[in-house]
């Protein structure tokens, strides 16, 4: 399974970012997909998922600015970051699971800078 992650880059607080995740080597559809952060120094922690059914969850910090959403027919995840603050800089991970219960990262991808300045 190969994912690749792209779309982060330099921003300002109040702006925005979408990055995108290509799966390949799985059967995309039945797999639950999520973002992760990685911040400098800390570890990694959950952002976003999906689940192959579409429902949606969030972590606290994110919940009402980021975005998670799926294309089954492009094999592509993608996280919109809106009203982006500098505590969202960190390095950002795809990750594919199995749908249902709780998400466990089977497969990951190679991350995506975003960093968000003040």
């Known amino acids: 399974v190969q994912l690749q992650a792209s779309g982060g880059g330099l921003v300002q607080a109040g702006g925005s970012l979408r990055l995108s995740c290509i799966a390949s080597?799985?059967?995309?559809?039945?797999?639950?997909m999520a973002w992760y952060r990685q911040a400098p120094g800390k570890q990694r922690v959950l952002v976003a998922l999906i689940s192959s059914g579409g429902t949606t969850g969030y972590s606290t910090s994110v919940k009402g600015r980021f975005t998670i959403s799926r294309d089954n027919a492009k094999n592509t995840v993608y996280l919109q970051m809106n009203s982006l603050n500098p505590e969202d800089t960190g390095v950002y991970y795809c990750?594919?699971?199995?749908?249902?219960?709780?998400?466990?990262?089977?497969?990951w991808g190679q991350g995506t800078l975003v960093t968000v300045s003040s």
């Open positions: 080597g799985t059967i995309f559809s039945l797999d639950a």
């Open positions: 990750s594919a699971g199995e749908s249902g219960g709780t998400f466990r990262g089977r497969d």
